[in-house]
């Protein structure tokens, strides 16, 4: 059987990846490059050069690809194209589906909000059929998930289902989130929060920075985590808060959709392993009994996840 190829773009906060890809879900070609928050049309304009680029050392034509899969960070409005709000970069409101069709020449690209695509891949290359109901959840610089239901991404009223990183944990003295909210998940339990609460740490108990410089580990989640898993006792208590967290906003989605698994993608869960149990423990003091079964699991799409993701997305629609 012929191979068919997938042109496949994972534009990202900080960085873009562009590939080549089988429908099999195999990488052939693959470059990874600094995102231009700055100047979308430049950015844009240049990941469509690098994709012909790759197109030209695999020997193939943008012409002949079965289609172009594209990640966008942010809010998406899936059914016209347009990526509403990328907070990082005041992107807002971009037609972006039409621009890369029209600069593409190509009628079969198709974009969505990068963890919407993971939860996609999930079901293509990853667990594959051995869920119906699940919630893909990234927990990296934010936390972003999206609903799969029967099999099927569930995008709500305004396609934006899925807000998981803002449902509401902490009441009191809440923190301020990046939505302008106060008391979010994705305040307390993502990469970019448990980094801050390590800085936190490191002002109120100096010997803690001390552990991590000794190590030469980061003063951030990652370094707080390899920290954790040696058994140090502040890191492990700034990873047990974020757990506690984590369970606060799980067990509302569990309560509200009754999944069979809440599948774990993003940065974070490299360090996640320990907590895992904790998480699932946590979750039965706030989830009905009869829900709090769900199981949590790490995804098998591993770093690649997203730009995997974009290869589900073009099937998906095909």
């Not at 490191?202 to 552990?211: D, G, T, V």
Request: aromatic fraction near 8%; glycine fraction near 10%.
């Amino acid at each position: 059987m012929k191979q068919e190829y997938i042109g496949s773009l994972d534009i990202g906060g900080t960085k873009t990846i562009a590939a080549i890809c089988g429908t099999d879900g195999t990488i052939y070609e693959k470059m990874q490059f600094p995102t231009n928050r700055m100047d979308y049309v430049a950015h844009f304009t240049n990941c469509c050069a690098i994709l012909h680029k790759l197109g030209e050392k695999k020997r193939i034509t943008i012409e002949s690809l079965l289609g172009v899969g594209i990640n966008m960070p942010g809010m998406m409005d899936y059914s016209r194209g347009l990526l509403l709000h990328a907070p990082f970069a005041s992107w807002k409101d971009l037609p972006v589906r039409d621009f890369f069709r029209n600069l593409l020449k190509k009628d079969t690209v198709f974009i969505d909000n990068d963890v919407k695509s993971c939860a996609l891949g999930e079901k293509y290359f990853g667990l594959k059929n051995k869920y119906k109901d699940y919630i893909w959840v990234t927990i990296s610089t934010g936390i972003g998930a999206a609903l799969v239901l029967d099999g099927k991404i569930y995008r709500g009223n305004n396609n934006l289902a899925g807000e998981l990183g803002h449902i509401k944990v902490e009441f009191n003295n809440p923190r301020i989130c990046t939505c302008g909210k106060k008391g979010c998940l994705e305040a307390y339990a993502s990469g970019t929060a448990i980094t801050k609460s390590v800085l936190q740490a490191i002002e109120k108990n100096p010997s803690f920075i001390q552990k991590l410089d000794a190590k030469a580990y980061s003063h951030d989640a990652k370094g707080c985590g390899e920290l954790a898993a040696e058994g140090d006792r502040i890191a492990l208590g700034i990873y047990s808060d974020a757990a506690e967290y984590m369970a606060r906003g799980f067990a509302s989605v569990i309560n509200l959709i009754n999944p069979q698994a809440i599948i774990l993608g993003g940065g974070v869960v490299n360090s996640i392993d320990l907590f895992l149990p904790e998480i699932q423990k946590r979750i039965k003091n706030y989830a009905v009994d009869q829900a709090s079964e769900t199981e949590i699991v790490k995804t098998r799409l591993g770093y690649e996840a997203a730009l995997i993701g974009t290869i589900a997305l073009v099937l998906e629609n095909l």
